[in-house]
């Protein structure tokens, strides 16, 4: 998981302008600072402000020298060996040995600069990007439906029913799915909520919009994680890939196409949907449970420490990624990272909504009352069918998935 984050953040954050440069933005050659004295010339200053990066090493060090501080009897003294630049520049790099009377882990921090990139970052490209992905998978969602249609039950149907899934496994399903959306509504509001909602309903509306989002997103989250492992217990064992589910891809599961693949209880694209819920729905909630309790985990310089070691961003032809991170870099980081695992979770959700209300016929019933038209169960879950077939021929389970009165 670490190496995912790692993985994914490193490449996410390559595909914005915004990001902090890596070593490739670096010069490669020093440039000459023999006209400023050593100190930061004209290029430095114009690569700081395109938001490329500077290298400071050339200064960082230059925290002064007890040693070189004048004799106590000389004019100048009383004023040791740093000036106030030195000084600046020890907190600056965070060198500097800082008290502070708050004991937080982050109360020692007093100068980090990388708030402006994350701010960018997040009012820009993760606005614009999360925004296309999500009106995209829509507007893809609404052209399959228009070129392909409704998929219909195509036999005749039976009558009888067949149970699929438990009323604790739906109450699971429906906790998590609930739980999802709203977490879904108002991170979007916190997100996009400033560049909408106050110019269409004023600063005053949106602070009372704001204040709610953030209270039900931080309370709703409890229940979307403990709903995901419960999930997870119910159905890991019927989500486990198989031989079938390739043949069930090769054949489109017939969503693309004719005919019906044979499937278990869960076919290939099921599976699918629900290994990406349970990793990216256990990703977001580590990143969330990050910012619900600020500064208390560090998941970034760790995870980019050992990314560094095992070449990955060497794999992209980038350099290393940055490991010494403060409290607010592990936050801000944190943060990003929640909200492109969202905005993939959302777009994941969208498609699976549509194939179970408009996109199928007869898949609503499943999570909606637990049991299924027989005919339907066939021809998307053959498999699954004749095991519940056999299971009802054996005396002590003659009854278990069949409407009492059959």
């Known amino acids: 998981m670490r190496l995912l984050i790692a993985v994914l953040l490193f490449a996410t954050l390559h595909l914005v302008p915004m990001a902090p440069a890596m070593a490739q933005d670096i010069a490669t050659t020093p440039p000459d600072r023999s006209a400023t004295g050593g100190a930061q010339t004209l290029e430095d200053i114009m690569r700081r402000q395109k938001g490329l990066e500077v290298d400071n090493s050339f200064r960082a060090s230059q925290t002064g020298n007890p040693e070189n501080a004048a004799p106590v009897d000389s004019q100048l003294g009383t004023l040791g060996g740093a000036s106030d630049s030195d000084l600046w520049r020890e907190v600056r790099f965070d060198s500097a040995k800082m008290i502070t009377q708050a004991n937080g882990p982050a109360a020692d921090v007093l100068v980090q600069d990388g708030g402006m990139w994350w701010l960018e970052v997040r009012r820009g490209p993760l606005l614009v990007y999360g925004g296309y992905l999500l009106l995209g998978t829509i507007a893809l969602l609404a052209l399959f439906y228009l070129i392909r249609g409704r998929i219909r039950i195509t036999g005749?149907?039976?009558?009888?029913?067949?149970?699929?899934?438990?009323?604790?496994?739906?109450?699971?399903?429906?906790?998590?799915?609930?739980?999802?959306?709203?977490?879904?509504?108002?991170?979007?509001?916190?997100?996009?909520?400033?560049?909408?909602?106050?110019?269409?309903?004023?600063?005053?509306?949106?602070?009372?919009?704001?204040?709610?989002?953030?209270?039900?997103?931080?309370?709703?989250?409890?229940?979307?994680?403990?709903?995901?492992?419960?999930?997870?217990?119910?159905?890991?064992?019927?989500?486990?890939?198989?031989?079938?589910?390739?043949?069930?891809?090769?054949?489109?599961?017939?969503?693309?196409?004719?005919?019906?693949?044979?499937?278990?209880?869960?076919?290939?694209?099921?599976?699918?949907?629900?290994?990406a819920v349970i990793i990216l729905g256990t990703s977001v909630s580590v990143s969330g449970l990050s910012l619900i309790f600020p500064f208390e985990f560090h998941l970034f310089g760790h995870s980019f420490h050992l990314a560094n070691e095992w070449g990955v961003s060497g794999l992209f032809g980038f350099g290393p990624l940055p490991e010494n991170l403060t409290p607010q870099e592990e936050m801000q980081y944190a943060q990003l990272w929640h909200a492109i695992v969202g905005f993939v979770m959302m777009a994941i959700i969208l498609a699976h909504i549509y194939i179970g209300t408009i996109g199928m016929e007869g898949a609503f019933e499943a999570m909606g009352t637990g049991m299924v038209e027989e005919e339907w169960a066939r021809e998307h879950h053959s498999l699954w069918v004749e095991k519940v077939e056999a299971d009802a021929r054996s005396p002590s389970r003659a009854d278990a998935h069949r409407v009492p009165g059959e």
């Open 156 to 275: 005749e149907r039976t009558g009888r029913m067949i149970e699929r899934f438990t009323g604790i496994e739906r109450f699971a399903h429906w906790v998590l799915a609930t739980s999802f959306i709203l977490l879904a509504v108002t991170g979007l509001v916190s997100l996009f909520g400033r560049k909408f909602m106050i110019p269409a309903f004023g600063k005053d509306a949106f602070a009372t919009l704001a204040i709610g989002s953030k209270w039900i997103h931080n309370n709703i989250s409890w229940a979307f994680m403990l709903a995901l492992v419960v999930v997870f217990i119910f159905w890991v064992a019927h989500n486990i890939p198989k031989l079938v589910d390739l043949k069930w891809l090769a054949k489109g599961g017939g969503i693309v196409g004719h005919g019906h693949p044979p499937a278990e209880k869960f076919n290939a694209g099921q599976k699918m949907i629900f290994w």
